[in-house]
């Protein structure tokens, strides 16, 4: 204990940061787990579309979403989410929706903006389209 107390006397910003990315985590964790929106796998985004016929929706640009996306996915770029333009969801409010983008960051942030918004069985990609290439999943291409 005595060491501990000798580093963080002679090394007093770095101990400070490390506090300060520890109180992060915790933030952070806490945050995801009282949010309600669960981060799913692909395994799962599976099972969840072929069971429960969740409907997938892409929030990444157009450009993006154009170079390749889950087959079946609905894009809805999150400056729309931001800016409540919601119309291809509305019909989709009570029914499970996978939210999806490049790493799973932007779909979580999308899927806390849709929960305000009333939307009831939200789900976020975890890993994102990364994962869901990396896995061999099918990706499909659009045209226009």
């Given amino acids: 204990m005595q060491e501990y107390l000798e580093f963080f006397k002679a090394h007093p910003m770095l101990s400070v940061a490390w506090v ?11 945050k995801s787990a009282l949010s309600g929106i669960k981060n799913i796998t692909h395994q799962d985004l599976v099972v ?39 119309a291809a969801l509305e019909k989709f409010k009570s029914s499970p929706i996978i939210l ?18 009333g939307f009831e069985n939200l789900a976020n990609l975890k890993g994102g389209m990364g994962e869901w290439q990396s896995a061999n999943l099918p990706v499909q291409k659009s045209k226009r």
């Fill in 20 to 30: 300060v990315l520890f109180v992060a985590l915790i933030v952070t964790m806490v």
């Fill in 100 to 117: 999806v983008c490049n790493t799973g960051m932007t779909s979580g942030q999308a899927a806390q903006l849709l929960a305000k918004q």
């Fill in 48 to 86: 969840k579309v072929n069971r429960e016929n969740a409907k997938v929706v892409d929030v990444r640009s157009k450009e993006e979403f154009k170079k390749g996306h889950i087959v079946d996915a609905l894009n809805v770029p999150l400056a729309d989410i931001k800016n409540n333009q919601l």
